[in-house]
């Protein structure tokens, strides 16, 4: 099984061309509790989550928390990071790219919260290592189309 550095390579295949494309600069060195990945010629800052998985679940892994210790103790991530810093949270998956400002994200989690579940990831998730897990809400596609600035096909397809 590939590594952590592994997958984020190969995330970052992904990250580099969708910059390209939509003509944004890559926010080079990220690393844990970054919370932009892109900035736009504007000045705009933003957050790109690649939710491969949302075609066949219909949910946007929404993550706002993580642990390194099993669970005792959970520090802000994903979202509740991204929302302090991120002008911009877009969602890509192999279908489409849905571009939502973060106060209509901010707007949508707090009107839906009740509709959303709250999931939590498994061991050896995106490469977790032991002790390692986010929480996450559950965002129907249903919910979330009702809050996009633009959904348009995907730029990316993965290989």
């Known amino acids: 099984m590939a590594g952590v550095r592994d997958h984020i390579n190969y995330q970052n295949i992904f990250e580099r061309r969708l910059g390209q494309i939509m003509g944004w600069s890559f926010v080079e060195e990220q690393g844990k509790g970054s919370c932009i990945d892109y900035n736009s010629p504007d000045g705009t800052k933003i957050e790109v989550k690649f939710d491969w998985d949302s075609i066949s679940t219909g949910n946007h892994y929404l993550e706002y928390a ?3 210790d099993g669970g005792m103790k959970w520090v802000p991530s994903g979202f509740s990071i991204s ?12 279908e489409w790219m849905r571009i939502l400002s973060i106060s209509s994200m901010r707007e949508m989690v707090k009107e839906n919260r009740s509709k959303m579940r709250v999931a939590k990831t498994r061991a050896g998730v995106n490469h977790n ?3 390692q897990f986010s929480k996450a809400y559950l965002v129907p596609f249903e919910i979330l189309d009702n809050y996009v600035i633009l959904k348009t096909e995907s730029p990316i397809k993965r290989d």
Not at 84 to 91: M, N
């Open 66 to 68: 993580q642990t390194s």
């Open 129 to 131: 290592q032991a002790g």
């Open 83 to 94: 929302a302090e810093e991120a002008d911009l949270w877009v969602i890509i998956n192999d």
